[in-house]
């Protein structure tokens, strides 16, 4: 799972297709966090991820928005769940 957080919608954007466009990942949601940050969150196998959250920071540094990225392998099925959102069974 990875995460790459910006300042403003428009370089949150910029962000999603340059990971998506880099690697083979699979965008899960964006998250609105508050005072102009977004944050984009991506899974996939951990070499595809981590090329996606390259190829956003490089975007989100070329135009000053980059605020902050996490890269997580194997993310557990609570860390999952309380990512998208989802009720444990």
Do not use: Q
Not at 37 to 54: F, K, N, Q
Not at 69 to 79: D, F, H, M, S
């Amino acid at each position: 799972m990875g995460f790459v957080e910006t300042k403003g919608y428009v370089p949150a954007f910029a962000v999603a297709d340059a990971m998506a466009k880099s690697a083979n990942v699979e965008i899960l949601k964006k998250v609105w966090v508050g005072a102009g940050l977004v944050t984009i969150v991506v899974r996939g196998d951990v070499g595809a991820v981590r090329m996606a959250v390259d190829a956003g920071v490089t975007v989100a540094n070329e135009m000053d928005a980059m605020e902050g990225c996490l890269t997580i392998a194997r993310p557990t099925k609570e860390l999952l769940a309380m990512v998208l959102g989802k009720e444990e069974e």
